[in-house]
């Protein structure tokens, strides 16, 4: 059962006599647990609630539309805690945060919900039966996997979590009931990587057709890693490598299944110095969020939105110098970018700076580790002109803080100039370079 916070004035729930304080207990006989419950069997069009009040139940019937919202509302999006994380992964990013950050970086989520509403990555050590059975009944789909080795043994001693290496078995149940799989591995220098990844790239690829991806991306490390599992980056070499190991496995899945399937992060690309691939590579950008074809993406979107210039110039108002803070991986694409619109606009000035992190440490290297105060060091001294802009990626969901909790707001006042956030899209960065 869950407890109500509020219900909405006028609405289907206080229509039927609900209130604020009650729990609601179940729908249509099944019990609910949370929002996947909520969401799944309010869609009936009638549908008996049972609900609880000081101590007492009652049942109201209400008559819907198939996707009517009845107006109740909960403590949390979830409708309860977030799950959290049970295994003790080698590589565990938050383990490497260094000590007096807020609170919130510091939890560890492995929720499948969160995986099904927001893209999340789950390990899959958190279900259980019940919990595999409600997937299949429902068919949410798709479900995010960080898999990372499909070894038994060395998922355990990779995730240090006794039932990393059983619940693999969930995936070809899942693949079998129709869920699509999304997933991920963490490539660790010594641990899964060579005949290991070729191993796991086999046995996900029997997956097919369930399996839509499977993003390679290399593991993190910052300064922070004092009495932890000894990992070491890639070198150049090894990064370029690794890319012919997936892409010659990618090649056969895309002769076999019409997809390529795997996919390396762009970071290998940076990191070996080699070329990122065009945009058919990454066919539908199934695993942008991980890194995955993002600065060609970029470029493209760039390009298309260069095509509509003449569009924007009517309310560009020349001279304009602008800056750009970045990190140090898509600062040469944000450069080269800059480069071909100042070409076009007469009046346009932009400079890139590439921001090397401090805080984490310098081989952490992508936009959304910056901190504030890394953008500030590197640029209290430097000419910014009308405007600073930053990627979005750099601050927290709620877009107000930078990891380290300075605000944009400070920011901007401490280096003396107006900030603007932008996404990763090529429209959006046209317009923000000509500040319209």
């Known amino acids: 059962m869950v407890h109500i916070q509020a219900v909405l004035s006028n609405s289907i729930a206080a229509r039927a006599g609900i209130r604020a304080g009650d729990l609601l207990i179940s729908a249509n006989g099944h019990p609910i647990r949370d929002v996947l419950d909520y969401r799944f069997y309010l869609t009936d069009t009638r549908v008996r ?9 009652y049942a109201v019937l209400v008559n819907k539309g198939e996707y009517d919202d009845v107006g109740l509302e909960f403590e949390t999006p979830l409708m309860d805690q977030k799950h959290t994380c049970r295994n003790r992964c080698v590589f565990c990013f938050i383990d490497q945060l260094p ?45 995010n996997v960080s898999v990372h080795t499909t070894n038994p043994a060395l998922r355990v001693q990779m995730m240090k979590n006794k039932r990393a290496g059983e619940v ?37 690829a029997r997956l097919f057709p369930a399996l839509r991806s499977c993003a390679v991306v290399p593991v993190g490390l910052t300064r922070h890693r004092e009495g932890l599992y000894p990992l070491s980056p890639f070198s150049p070499e090894e990064c370029a490598a690794v890319i012919e190991q997936v892409n010659r496995f990618g090649n056969a899945c895309l002769q076999k299944h019409g997809s390529r399937l795997f996919y390396c992060s762009d970071e290998f690309y940076i990191r070996a ?30 390009d298309f939105e260069l095509d509509c210039l003449e569009d924007h110039l009517p309310v560009f108002r020349a001279p304009r110098t602008v800056s750009v803070a970045t990190g140090v991986d898509a600062a040469e694409t944000i450069s080269r970018l800059a480069r071909r619109l100042e070409a076009r606009v007469e009046g ?16 952490v290297t ?31 969901a709620d877009g107000d803080l930078f990891l380290d909790d300075l605000s944009p707001a400070e920011l901007s006042s401490r280096l003396g100039v107006p900030l603007r956030s932008c996404k990763n899209d090529g429209a959006e960065l046209i317009r923000a370079f000509l500040g319209v």
């Open 273 to 302: 110095g080699l070329p990122l691939p065009s945009e058919d590579y990454y066919e539908d950008y199934s695993q942008i969020e991980n890194g995955v074809g993002m600065i060609t993406s970029l470029e493209s979107e760039f």
């Open 49 to 57: 609630l049972v609900l609880s009040r000081n101590g007492e139940e």
């Open 99 to 143: 000590r007096g950050m807020r609170k919130t970086l510091y939890f560890k989520d492995d929720d499948d919900r969160l995986s099904f509403l927001h893209g999340n990555y789950v390990t899959l050590t958190n279900l259980g039966e019940e919990d595999i059975q409600r997937i299949i009944e429902m068919h949410i789909s798709p479900v």
């Open 168 to 204: 693999l078995s969930y995936l070809p149940r899942l693949a079998e009931a129709g869920i699509a799989l999304c997933t991920q591995i963490v490539l660790c220098k010594g641990l899964n990587d060579g005949a290991e990844l070729d191993r796991s790239m086999e046995e996900l």
């Open 348 to 363: 346009l000035r932009i400079t890139v700076y590439p921001i090397v992190n401090r805080f984490f440490g310098e081989s």
């Open 366 to 396: 992508v936009a959304g580790l910056i901190t504030g105060g890394d953008i500030l060091d590197h640029l209290k001294d430097k000419p910014l002109g009308d405007e600073l802009l930053f990627p979005s990626v750099m601050l927290r």
